[in-house]
């Protein structure tokens, strides 16, 4: 009872000295209201004086009668550098939300893998960014954007200014290696380079979702610097850094060129295709398929993570559509953070309804919804700057009917992808480089690519930007899909690409990365579902 009454006392005395020194103050702010240079005992709770004259010329601001020419083009250079900061700050900030979506696909693809190999595929999914960024740092960079020069909102960046064209062709850039070639020490330079890294690493780490549960360590690091050194950057040049395809415009009159505001082919078809490729050489799983080519199913180990780490990517897709303005003075990133969130969520809705209506026993399929809302990011990722609501939505939708289709398509040709990357980036990537050039609606993008007026699909009354985008696809389809089947197969032949039937079997855990993800867990016969704890087993210490 002392100890109580003690503790009120010191309680009473603490709030009563809050209050005597609070209420005054709180009474002289209440006098006034904000916009009008408030300031209390020398501060300024309204932010009416933070940020003056003063802090452009540090010291007393000058009046205007006395400003001259000089003083007024130190004004005026302020103005530009605080427009470039805001939009350094935004591409910086969005640019990390990219990069934490590795955990989200981390998440996704260990949870629709199997328990025995968890380890395996969640070491793929943290190596192959650190892998990327050292091929992407050393070469990548300076191929995709060695000649970029010209992007004002950041700057203009001159010291991009490489490239190697045949006429007014472009194929790949020269400035830039390691950040050090042709002046890239620049603050510009490597507010870019962090951007677009984390793009690069997107299309990286789908291809290890469709070829899990079977794929050599060695030949997997082997394939992170043939994405980040050479195939991603180089389709990205064509299509991003002043390449033949944004030329397709300016040169033969096809609309604005290929135009792929966040990446739906640059991205996420690349690394689809280029999944396919890599799913088809090294083959299905043992006991994925029978003899007369139906399949056995091989559930995920945990929904509850792949569904986590679904979510973790849309909050991580806010910072790759609306980003890639590369500038939060551009006021479209409202616009395409609500196409962005309509497209996902009708997507899901999409594969739900579809999954529910093919299934056998009408219900919902989790890893269906999933990757419903996943397909329609991707749908939306190439239009989300160029389209309204109702269109946003539409392709989700058509997205979400599409990778359920899709799935059940490549299932039936025998081709194994354990996640369904394939369907997800490489079949909606391609429906949404085409659906810009049905939808988008002549609002935005003036000047795109160097033709005048803004960006008009098909239905808007510009045919020759959706003749731009199927040449698009069809690049795609030879490079991304063609390159990686002549790589997989080469490595294959040379190196070995797939384990052993026994550490298959075994799981990939222990055979390769010498660590269970789940030690306390006994498998059953094949490694496919944990059936005990291992405390369970015996006594403590047995």
């Keep these: ?20 020194a609070a209420l005054p103050a709180g009474a002289a702010l209440a006098q006034e209201p904000c916009g009008g240079h408030v300031t209390a005992a020398g501060g300024d709770p309204c932010g009416d004086v933070t940020g003056t004259g003063r802090d452009v010329f540090g010291g007393k601001a000058p009046a205007w009668s006395e400003i001259d020419d000089e003083t007024g083009a130190v004004l005026i250079d302020q103005v530009g550098k605080n427009k470039i900061a805001i939009n350094f700050t935004w591409l910086l900030v969005t640019g990390f939300l990219v990069l934490f979506m590795q955990a989200g696909f981390a998440l996704v693809e260990t949870g629709f893998t199997r328990a025995r190999n968890a380890a395996h595929t969640m070491a793929m999914n943290f190596m192959v960014f650190a892998l990327g960024v050292v091929g992407y740092y050393l070469v990548g960079f300076a191929l995709q954007f060695g000649g970029a020069s010209g992007i004002t909102a950041l700057g203009g960046l001159p010291p991009l200014t490489g490239k190697f064209c045949i006429g007014d062709w472009c194929l790949f850039g020269t400035e830039g290696f390691a950040l050090t070639s042709g002046g890239a020490y620049d603050v510009g330079v490597y507010a870019f380079f962090m951007f677009q890294l984390v793009f690069m690493d997107t299309a990286a780490t789908i291809v290890t979702g469709a070829m899990a549960e079977r794929w050599k360590w060695g030949a997997f690091v082997v394939y992170a610097f043939f994405m980040s050194m050479l195939l991603y950057p180089l389709f990205g040049m064509w299509a991003w850094g002043g390449g033949f395809l944004a030329s397709l415009g300016s040169q033969l009159g096809l609309g604005h060129g290929y135009v792929d505001f966040a990446g739906s082919g640059v991205v996420h078809a690349v690394g ?13 799983r043992i006991g994925r398929f029978n003899e007369d080519g139906s399949a056995n199913p091989m559930p995920g180990h945990n929904i509850p993570i792949a569904i986590a780490g679904t979510f973790i990517l849309l909050f991580g897709w806010f910072g790759f559509n609306p980003g890639s303005t590369f500038a939060a003075t551009d006021l479209r990133i409202s616009v395409v953070a609500v196409n962005t969130v309509l497209a996902s969520a009708f997507g899901a809705v999409a594969a739900m309804a579809w999954s529910m209506r093919a299934s056998r026993y009408g219900k919902p399929d989790p890893g269906m919804m999933a990757n419903g809302m996943l397909a329609g990011l991707v749908g939306i990722t190439a239009p989300s700057g160029f389209v309204s609501a109702w269109a946003a939505a539409l392709i989700g939708a058509v997205a979400g009917v ?7 398509f490549l299932e039936r040709r025998r081709v194994d992808d354990p996640v369904g990357a394939v369907s997800v980036h490489g079949t909606c990537g391609l429906w949404g480089v085409i659906a810009l050039g049905l939808f988008a609606d002549g609002t935005y993008g003036a000047g795109w690519n160097g033709v005048e007026g803004t960006v008009r699909g098909l239905l808007y009354g510009d045919p020759s930007q959706l003749v731009a985008q199927l040449v698009g696809v069809a690049v795609l389809l030879v490079w991304a899909f063609g390159l990686s089947w002549v790589f997989f197969k080469v490595q294959d032949r040379i190196q070995g690409i797939r384990v052993s039937p026994e550490a298959e079997l075994a799981g990939l855990d222990l055979p390769l990365m010498g660590a269970a993800a789940y030690p306390e867990f006994v498998l059953d016969g094949a490694g496919t579902a944990e059936v005990r704890v291992l405390s369970d087993v015996g006594g403590a210490g047995s």
């Design 402 to 408: 599409l990778v359920v289709e899709s799935i059940r």
């Design 1 to 20: 009872m002392e100890v109580r009454g003690t503790a009120r006392l010191a309680a009473s005395v603490l709030l009563a000295a809050f209050l005597v």
């Design 272 to 284: 689809g295709l280029c999944a396919l490729a890599g799913a088809m050489v090294l083959g299905p």
